[in-house]
């Protein structure tokens, strides 16, 4: 049997942007196209807002440019439609939302999260690589948590009912979002600290105090946070298992980060091969039921639970 798939995270609005690619006729190297979502069974797809920091353009100018195209994109492809939670997804559609990643497009003049969430974007991640002034992040030089402004930020989010992306925060950062009261948490594209140690990867606390909040982990193929230079599904598999054994099976879920990464998994390259990764989940211990919760029904049940957007 095939699974439906739900992806927590994906850069292909940026190659968008930067590097002219293509939805319906993907260029070598792309990971997400129109075809392979089809063909690898994704109901639902997260896209990320990021700014590049070698480009001249400000992170404001590019982020509204990559809603534009996702705007274009759910005009020019009726299969296409924001997630929502008062909808019952028909065979054949793939339902999106879009996560803002790195704060720093709201720090301009001008921005507005309002203005973003009304574009589709259920999550914000405070940071991307870089410390910045609302928090610390994980691959950052300071480990300092948020600031004034980033706790600000997150009640504003809160607010309008967006999640809080904690996939590129520091501990600290990730520590202070879990300690304030009924905002929703998760991480879209992180994996356990435990197997590989790795500054963006999650301890086993955190772990379950995400779950505990209701949020979700979504595992990604990035060699470098799987400890291998070439990663199998056998990797992602191992990721998920611990997920489950540590935070409980309804944290699990997938967040690949294609187009965001050099190169996938050795046996799954693209959005078209995600079914390959179900015999590996199987290896591991998950049964039929487990598979469709870690691989769809969990991420979709995160992003139904938020608040319906205004637009949508």
């Not at 296409?80 to 790195?102: D, F, I, Q």
Request: glycine share 10%; charged share 20%; hydrophobic share 40%.
């Amino acid at each position: 049997m095939a699974y439906p798939v739900a992806d927590a995270h994906c850069d292909l609005l940026s190659k968008i942007i930067t590097d002219q690619a293509d939805f319906s006729s993907p260029h070598p190297g792309q990971m997400v196209s129109r075809d392979g979502l089809k063909t690898g069974g994704v109901c639902l797809q997260v896209f990320a807002l990021w700014h590049d920091p070698r480009l001249e353009s400000s992170p404001l100018v590019q982020c509204r440019s990559m809603a534009a195209e996702y705007r274009r994109l759910l005009a020019d492809y009726p299969e296409l439609r924001r997630v929502s939670a008062g909808h019952e997804p028909k065979a054949g559609e793939v339902e999106t939302a879009l996560v803002l990643e790195g704060g720093e497009a709201l720090l301009e003049k001008g921005a507005s999260l309002l203005e973003f969430w009304e574009a589709g974007v259920l999550a914000l991640s405070l940071t991307w690589n870089m410390d910045n002034p609302l928090a610390g992040a994980a691959e950052g030089r300071t480990g300092n948590g948020l600031t004034a402004l980033g706790k600000q930020m997150v009640l504003e989010a809160k607010h309008l009912g967006m999640a809080i992306d904690v996939s590129h925060l520091s501990d600290k950062g990730i520590c202070d979002i879990l300690d304030m009261r009924d905002v929703p948490v998760f991480a879209s594209h992180s994996n356990c600290r435990s197997i590989f140690n790795c500054r963006r990867s999650l301890p086993d606390e955190t772990i379950r105090r995400i779950s505990d909040r209701g949020g979700v982990v979504g595992v990604n193929f990035f060699h470098e946070h799987l400890g291998t230079p070439f990663p199998s599904t056998k990797e992602a598999a191992a990721q998920l298992r611990h997920l489950a054994d540590v935070g409980g099976i309804t944290c699990c879920a997938i967040g690949s980060d294609f187009d965001g990464i050099p190169y996938g998994l050795s046996d799954l390259q693209t959005s078209g091969e995600f079914q390959r990764l179900v015999p590996a989940l199987k290896n591991v211990g998950f049964s039929e039921d487990e598979i469709e919760m870690v691989l769809y029904k969990n991420l979709r049940g995160f992003l139904c639970g938020l608040s319906v957007n205004p637009t949508g």
